[in-house]
């Protein structure tokens, strides 16, 4: 598979280091020197020295044999126009980076696809949407959804009052019970675990269930005294931050700290009158206490320095915050972040990469999630009629080492999958794989 990524920074670097380790055949342009040649030492791929709005630098890269053409360059104008010209020349699918959150209503998606922009990514907004999930759950670290909910990953820190630790999983999580553990990440390790697998304190747990037993599960891992968020403090505010406000829930209350006195003029015409907007440094930590961080059950912390809102969740956490939400744009720190115990980590570059690499799978594939804590993907399956996985019992397939399957969606009724379970043409199959190409398991669908 052919892929030209216009942008070597931020999102584009993540993505050359996302997608060479499947050995596609990857091109990069970029006017930036340095980056290309950081990118040269560290990943198997082609990189030009040239600007993606070129028509020759465009047939240069191979745009016309382009399966998938990715702008995630700084400049809207500057990937809007390459994905057109890409498209006119002839690559199959086309993405741009866009920062203008005007450009996602559907009325202009289908403008821009009409001009050769299959699809349009406004990383806040992604962003925005894994912020508000773990606002939802305050004890929980990641969620992910299938189909509105009828089927539930829940990634959960176990603490000293998880009730299910040192047991082997197949007398606590067998069969008829309400939950499957899909994956276990142990210090830097993540296991895709066996029956005679166990749960050890401070492991990262992630759980398959259906939505009726999520206030089972949290009773399980001993979580049912977090209290609900109702009051969430926001340290900066960004884009990222403005659209996370525009979508929390309305029995949610908001304040924003924002440094920059203009910006909280900006803020205080953006956002609806109820959202109270300080000028101050959230780092103050007299500030957060006159602002009530002791009576604040979620603090999120969206600055653009990663030091910084990393530094301000412990402090939050210090002064009693249960749940707190970090932005981290350094990839190298996430990892550093999660072993300190932040809680939410968001990633914008991560996030992104995930919905982009969707596109590289079929149609039967929706959904496609990177989990960083956890070094995996978890996708959603659709199996296509006679497909190798609907052909026998799930136990009989030979399924590849490193991946598990939570569960289905069948019918619009989320259930877990077993050993017996026979998945059928149509159902919606979550898959949690470990260093395993999505490609591979894509076979078993089709």
Same mark, same amino acid.
């Given at each position: 598979?052919?892929?030209?990524?216009?942008?070597?920074?931020?999102?584009?670097?993540?993505?050359?280091?996302?997608?060479?380790?499947?050995? *596609?055949?990857?091109?990069?342009?970029?006017?930036?020197?340095?980056?290309? $040649?950081?990118?040269?030492?560290?990943?198997?791929?082609?990189?030009?020295?040239?600007?993606?709005?070129?028509?020759?630098?465009?047939?240069?890269?191979?745009?016309?044999? +382009?399966? #998938?053409?990715? +702008?995630?360059?700084?400049?809207?104008?500057?990937?809007?126009?390459?994905?057109?010209?890409?498209?006119?020349?002839?690559?199959?699918?086309?993405? +741009?980076?866009?920062?203008?959150?005007?450009?996602?209503?559907?009325?202009?998606?289908?403008?821009?696809?009409?001009?050769?922009?299959?699809?349009?990514? *406004?990383?806040?907004?992604? %962003? +925005?949407?894994?912020?508000?999930?773990?606002?939802?759950?305050?004890?929980?670290?990641?969620?992910?959804?299938?189909?509105?909910?009828?089927?539930?990953?829940?990634?959960?820190?176990?603490?000293?009052?998880?009730?299910?630790?040192?047991?082997?999983?197949?007398?606590?999580?067998?069969?008829?019970?309400?939950?499957?553990?899909?994956?276990?990440?142990?210090?830097? $390790?993540?296991?895709?675990?066996?029956?005679?697998?166990?749960?050890? #304190?401070?492991?990262?747990?992630?759980?398959?269930?259906?939505?009726?037993?999520?206030?089972?599960?949290?009773?399980?891992?001993?979580?049912?005294?977090? %209290?609900?968020?109702?009051?969430?403090?926001?340290?900066?505010?960004?884009?990222?931050?403005?659209?996370?406000?525009?979508?929390?829930? $309305?029995?949610?209350?908001?304040?924003?700290?924002?440094?920059? *006195?203009?910006?909280?003029?900006?803020?205080?015409?953006?956002?609806?009158?109820?959202?109270?907007?300080?000028?101050?440094?959230?780092?103050?930590?007299? #500030?957060?206490?006159?602002?009530?961080?002791?009576?604040?059950?979620?603090?999120?912390?969206?600055?653009?320095?990663?030091?910084?809102?990393?530094?301000?969740?412990?402090?939050?956490?210090?002064?009693?915050?249960?749940?707190?939400?970090?932005?981290?744009?350094?990839?190298?720190?996430?990892?550093?972040?999660?072993? #300190?115990?932040?809680?939410?980590?968001?990633?914008?570059?991560?996030?992104?990469?995930?919905?982009?690499?969707?596109?590289?799978?079929?149609?039967?594939?929706?959904?496609?999630?990177?989990?960083?804590?956890?070094?995996?993907?978890?996708?959603?399956?659709?199996?296509?009629?006679?497909?190798?996985?609907?052909?026998?019992?799930?136990?009989?397939?030979?399924?590849?080492?490193?991946?598990?399957?939570?569960?289905?969606?069948?019918?619009?009724?989320?259930?877990?999958?077993?050993?017996?379970?026979?998945?059928?043409?149509?159902?919606?199959?979550?898959?949690?794989?470990?260093?395993?190409?999505?490609?591979?398991? $894509?076979?078993?669908?089709?």
């Amino acid at each position: 598979m052919k892929i030209i990524i216009a942008g070597a920074s931020a999102i584009g670097s993540y993505l050359a280091k996302l997608l060479s380790r499947n050995n *596609y055949d990857i091109t990069i342009l970029d006017t930036n020197n340095e980056a290309l $040649e950081q990118l040269n030492r560290n990943y198997d791929l082609l990189t030009m020295d040239a600007s993606c709005t070129s028509p020759r630098a465009l047939r240069d890269a191979g745009a016309e044999n +382009a399966d #998938l053409f990715i +702008a995630v360059t700084a400049d809207q104008t500057a990937n809007l126009t390459a994905c057109t010209m890409a498209h006119a020349l002839g690559a199959r699918k086309t993405v +741009a980076k866009i920062d203008d959150p005007e450009y996602t209503e559907l009325t202009d998606q289908a403008f821009f696809k009409e001009m050769g922009v299959d699809s349009i990514i *406004y990383p806040e907004m992604l %962003a +925005a949407k894994d912020i508000i999930n773990g606002l939802k759950m305050s004890w929980v670290r990641q969620r992910w959804d299938v189909h509105n909910g009828e089927l539930v990953m829940l990634g959960i820190k176990l603490r000293e009052g998880c009730q299910i630790l040192n047991q082997p999983l197949k007398d606590i999580s067998g069969p008829e019970d309400p939950y499957h553990i899909v994956a276990i990440r142990r210090g830097g $390790e993540t296991i895709i675990p066996g029956g005679n697998d166990s749960l050890k #304190l401070f492991d990262m747990a992630y759980f398959m269930t259906t939505k009726n037993y999520i206030p089972y599960i949290r009773k399980i891992v001993g979580k049912e005294h977090y %209290a609900d968020v109702k009051n969430v403090l926001i340290m900066g505010g960004g884009s990222t931050a403005v659209r996370a406000v525009k979508m929390i829930p $309305e029995y949610m209350n908001v304040k924003i700290i924002e440094k920059d *006195y203009k910006r909280c003029e900006y803020l205080n015409e953006a956002l609806d009158e109820d959202t109270l907007v300080i000028n101050g440094d959230g780092r103050d930590l007299s #500030l957060l206490v006159e602002e009530g961080i002791r009576n604040t059950q979620a603090f999120v912390a969206l600055t653009t320095n990663a030091e910084t809102n990393i530094l301000a969740c412990l402090t939050a956490k210090r002064m009693g915050v249960r749940k707190t939400v970090a932005m981290v744009e350094n990839v190298d720190y996430v990892s550093m972040a999660e072993s #300190l115990d932040i809680g939410t980590i968001i990633n914008k570059k991560i996030t992104t990469a995930s919905y982009i690499y969707q596109m590289l799978l079929d149609t039967n594939v929706y959904n496609v999630r990177f989990l960083p804590t956890a070094d995996a993907d978890v996708a959603e399956f659709i199996p296509a009629e006679g497909s190798k996985i609907t052909r026998k019992p799930v136990k009989d397939l030979g399924l590849p080492k490193g991946i598990t399957i939570g569960g289905l969606v069948r019918d619009e009724k989320g259930m877990l999958v077993s050993g017996n379970t026979q998945i059928q043409a149509g159902d919606s199959v979550v898959i949690f794989t470990h260093n395993t190409d999505l490609r591979n398991i $894509e076979k078993l669908f089709k």
